[in-house]
């Protein structure tokens, strides 16, 4: 990694708003006020509106919105690999807000470009199937403890499973 420089994938930001997109701008404005340029991509669900803008200091790219078709799903994930490759080189890691945002096709790309991906966990979601599908990221990130043991029953090692609670501050006291 050469200068920290994020992507984030996530399947709603703004104007679409609730807890999860709250704290995942909250992250990507963090990082990126921490000197790491960061990017989210996004599908664009309404016509009109803009295809990228700055949230704060961070970057979103809104890539045409997928039909709710299989044929859909595979036409936006073929429109992110597209995307990844023209960006290979403002890049160095990659972020998945949800596993439903990731296909396998996704991963082989990042790791083909040399990109590493982390997910994020969510405690909402059925975290074991969830991550059945990230078997190949780097890395996960958990918000409670009990999520680590389907981390586990879904293949992470443990030295790929972090555990950070929410609201604590792990660049405090560190210089950017």
Avoid at 20 to 32: D, F, M, R
Avoid at 67 to 95: H, V
Avoid at 112 to 137: S, Y
Wanted: proline share 6%.
């Amino acid at each position: 990694m050469n200068q920290g420089r994020v992507v984030i994938f996530t399947r709603r930001f703004w104007p679409l708003w609730g807890d999860a997109e709250s704290a995942l701008a909250e992250l990507a404005v963090g990082l990126a006020d921490a000197s790491m340029p960061t990017t989210i991509v996004t599908p664009c669900w309404q016509r009109g509106w803009p295809v990228e803008f700055a949230f704060e200091n961070v970057r979103v790219v809104r890539l045409p919105r997928p039909a709710a078709s299989a044929w859909g799903q595979w036409s936006y994930a073929r429109r992110l690999k597209k995307w990844l490759r023209a960006q290979r080189l403002q890049i160095d890691i990659a972020l998945s807000h949800s596993a439903d945002e990731i296909t396998g096709s996704i991963v082989t790309t990042l790791r083909r470009l040399g990109i590493p991906l982390i997910l994020l966990g969510h405690r909402h979601h059925n975290q074991t199937q969830q991550l059945a599908k990230h078997e190949r990221a780097d890395a996960i990130v958990v918000a409670f403890n009990d999520e680590i043991a389907p981390a586990q029953q879904a293949g992470y090692l443990p030295k790929q499973i972090h555990c950070i609670a929410p609201g604590v501050d792990v660049l405090q006291g560190q210089e950017p």
